[in-house]
């Protein structure tokens, strides 16, 4: 890169010489006048950066592109067009109790056993050029897993998922072949838990990101419990931290009382988190009193 | 935004205040030195813009992520484990000559309806939530109404692809899968062409893009002829500009000679486009005294 020429500060003249006399400039983002003290980037590097961020939109452009060829059009779509076929070979069918016995009346949401079972590759979300490890890549491996090795629900034509709502199944089968999701807090519970279930790690991640945003101190000894019973680990931290934040008001809460009748290992592992943190940094909080 | 205040330029005292007495600062990217005239932003902009650049760089992480979980397995990986099926439901055929005839013992490329046909959307890249107008659109509109009217195509279960190699056939049903291929000036040219032929825009833009980057005063004729044939409105554009700033050269060249012999409208055109830029612009170019 070129070096700035200097020259002896005595050869003044002309009005921005002037300026310099001042020791002050102009920014050429928000035009204000700054000191030296102030100063950010020189022009040059200035306009190096404006490109690098030219060029991240269009990769953004490109990305967003190669999503919306990539994104898969729902069975529901033909809910409306009957009149189009959509070559579906499974149906999927919610059950709202853990018997897998279908609720009453279910409406049966159709798919694709391609689609459930297969994906290109979604190793830590960045994407492979096609190698014999592609193979081992899937959407959801337990579909996969259904579906390869003929069980019941292969030959049946039928998949029962218990426990769950029609909308958070719909949902979530619309989720393999969009990545999309229209989230609120129940949405993201329901679909988290669908997600652990059958191995969707892409969904999983996309809903605790979700719930970590949503995350206060309110709610967070009840998405502690939850994330550990999911093993949703950012949620779990998350929810963690926070609490460690509100030691002191930790036992006065309903949540927590709850917790200790229910699940008592949690509530110690709260504790045992909060005292190590302690020892590790020699914090100067207050140590938790009511422990 | 927090204004800079400014102090008289007298009260000078430390180090860094002597560098004001120069008019000289540091940049904080090159940590280059530079006087006022060279001046870019000031601190608080360059720090706003380290985080937009930020922010940017996650989204693509986002996205690339998502593109790698809707990324399709291709039937091709199956090649190599057969013990795992992939549930398609049509084959692909390649026949080298124009009739439409199979080549001698092709091989055939199994494939999906549902991922032949369907896709959620493609409208200039803009990916859109879930709408009736989902279903008008589609990954390729020929497979599609092939696939959806039953024809001949979709109750024999086999597609014949006319006038097309077995190599080129593979890539460009891969493409459908995954958006991705491995491009070369031929490649390029036979997926344009399929891409043109079945309406996968997608396909074609990033063919056309790939051409564009590649293209050079020696074959610009060539492919301009290419794309005026195959209706490459940027290759176009390209390929004429290039022709265009070397008008003095062009009646020399052997693809002219052959391009005058077998489609000399397309050779006018060149001419005609000239012209009216020279009206235009009033270039002070030389006229093509060939002409």
Redesign the interface.
Known sequence: ?R??R??P?SEFGSD?EA????????????R????????????????E?SE??EE??R???D????????????P???Y??RS??????IVLVASDDDSGKPASNPVPVSA????L???????E??????T?S??L???SPVFRAM??NEMEESLSGTIKISDVSYDALRAFV?YL????ACLDEQMACDLLVLAEKYQVK?LK?YCEKFMVSKLNWESALVNYAFAHQHNAKNLLDAALSLIMDNMDKLSKREEYMELVEKDPRIVVEIYEAYLSKQVNTAAHKDSPSKS
Chains 1, 2 share one sequence.
Not at 84 to 89: E, G, K, L, R, Y
Not at 112 to 115: G, I, T
Not at 117 to 123: G, R, V, W
């Open positions: 890169m070096r700035h200097r020259r500060s921005s300026d310099e006399a001042a020791g002050t400039m102009k920014c050429v983002s928000c204000d006048e700054y000191e030296p003290r102030d100063a950010g980037t020189c022009r040059e590097c200035y306009e950066a690098t961020e991240l939109k990769e953004i452009e990305l967003k592109s190669k999503v919306s060829f990539l994104r898969f059009w729902t529901f779509d033909h409306h067009h189009t076929p959509c070559f579906s070979d694709h056993k391609a689609v079972a297969f994906t290109a590759n979604e190793f979300g960045v994407p492979l050029s096609l014999m592609n193979w890549a899937s959407r579906l390869e619309n072949y969009t990545a999309e892409h991640t």
